[in-house]
């Protein structure tokens, strides 16, 4: 089943990203990006819907924090025998600021080699506020929607649901790669438990499933932030 899931999650982030590369504005780096089209994004939200949906104001007066690239677990997290690394995610994301109090968070990603598209608006204030205070490599975990503050070898945990998925404030990397392949254990016992029989070879989900849908989400984004500005000047 999640093998059609990651094949039609490819088909959709192909056919969304060719759609969406002629549609939306795109730049041949994240930082160019984040220069040239991050203050009109967020002004559009502004002035197209209603500013306090995304923690804003109608005031003018935006700006942006630093360009944080985003990692995640590489395969390797997942097993045991192995040496958890991190790896990008092809995203990079920045604390929007308003009257110069952090609000939101916007993000580029790069849509295709050395192509650089908009991602997201939205992670919220809490992750906005985190953000000045990361001085090494930013993680995020999807599934659980956690993001870390990683040094070499302990993740600082930045929002309420990293907290949550650790148990406390701070874990070591060996600590999370165990906590890692314990709950990925756990989704495919469920998954297979969950399965009647007659199915045959089962298989289950895997961390780049995820990636997979994730891909596909973001590939979908500029088509939907075109229709949404044009939405907004009718």
Not at 100 to 111: A, D, F, K, M, S
Not at 202 to 230: D, F, I, K, N, W
Request: proline letters at 3%; glycine letters at 8%.
């Amino acid at each position: 089943m999640f093998h059609h899931l990651t094949t039609f999650a490819l088909a959709l982030t192909l056919a969304l990203a060719a759609t969406s590369a002629s549609a939306a504005p795109t730049e041949r780096s994240a930082e160019r990006f984040a220069e040239e089209h991050f203050e009109s994004i967020v002004l559009d939200h502004i002035e197209g819907d209603d500013p306090s949906n995304y923690h804003l104001t109608e005031s003018r007066a935006i700006s942006f924090g630093s360009l944080h690239e985003v990692m995640i677990a590489a395969q390797s997290c997942y097993s045991s025998d192995e040496m958890c690394t991190f790896v990008p995610s092809d995203e990079y994301v920045s604390t929007v600021l308003q009257d110069g109090e952090p609000r939101n968070v916007i993000g580029t990603y790069e849509q295709e080699p050395g192509l650089f598209a908009f991602s997201t608006f939205g992670y919220g204030d809490e992750l906005a506020i985190a953000l000045a205070d990361v001085s090494g490599t930013l993680v995020h975990s999807a599934r659980e929607n956690a993001w870390f503050d990683y040094d070499g070898e302990t993740l600082t945990a930045l929002t309420t649901d990293a907290k949550r998925f650790i148990g406390g404030d701070t874990i070591t990397l060996e600590s999370y790669q165990a906590l890692l392949v314990e709950t990925h254990s756990n989704v495919e016992g469920s998954l297979e438990d969950g399965l009647t029989g007659g199915l045959g070879n089962v298989q289950t989900t895997e961390p780049t499933s995820y990636r997979m849908l994730g891909l596909a989400l973001l590939a979908g984004l500029p088509l939907g932030y075109l229709l949404y500005r044009r939405r907004g000047k009718r």
